[in-house]
């Protein structure tokens, strides 16, 4: 169309994918663009992904928004999304959260940074793993040290009962 494609596709083994995608000038003189995907495998398999981008040129704001999120034939899953937006020359804050969970185990993670006019970081993450053969679970968190701009990284590690244990090197 006028704004932009979506093709799609199969294959001979049972497979399908779709994109699409488009670009759109706003009535406040941004602009946007848009992608996405789907994806299925003949094994049962499935994916999707979508994400947008809005610039303005004469104020120098922007944003974006992106995720995607999968299913593997063997019920494992993970997902993603994240989120930017800043104006030129006057920094930038970016938010995100990934999780997965599998026959192995789960792990998930969150974080929110901001990059500051001056170049200083300000934010942190926070990670969360769990084995399903062990039952430990290790919880980290990262924290941008405001006296030195430097991230600051701890982390503890308990049992299935919740009991404080040594965390695993591998």
């Not at 994918?17 to 996405?36: C, L, Q």
């Not at 494992?76 to 599998?102: H, L």
């Not at 926070?126 to 600051?152: E, H, K, L, R």
């Amino acid at each position: 169309g006028q704004n932009g494609t979506v093709p799609a596709a199969a294959n001979a083994n049972g497979g399908a994918v779709v994109r699409g995608r488009g670009k759109v000038e706003n009535a406040d003189g941004s602009t946007t663009v848009a992608s996405g995907g789907a994806r299925r495998t003949a094994a049962g398999g499935r994916a999707v992904r979508a994400g947008t981008a809005t610039y303005d040129e004469t104020t120098g704001a922007y944003s974006s928004q992106r995720g995607a999120a999968v299913q593997a034939a063997n019920g494992a899953t993970a997902t993603t999304q994240s989120s930017t937006s800043g104006t030129r020359g006057e920094g930038f804050t970016r938010s995100g959260s990934t999780s997965a969970n599998g026959e192995q185990g789960s792990a998930s993670t969150s974080s929110n940074y901001t990059r500051n006019a001056d170049g200083s970081w300000a934010g942190g993450s926070d990670t969360t793993i769990t084995g399903n053969a062990s039952g430990i679970t290790y919880n980290g968190t990262t924290t941008i040290d405001p006296a030195t701009g430097q991230p600051v990284h701890s982390y503890s590690c308990t049992d299935a009962s919740g009991a404080a244990v040594t965390c695993p090197t591998r």
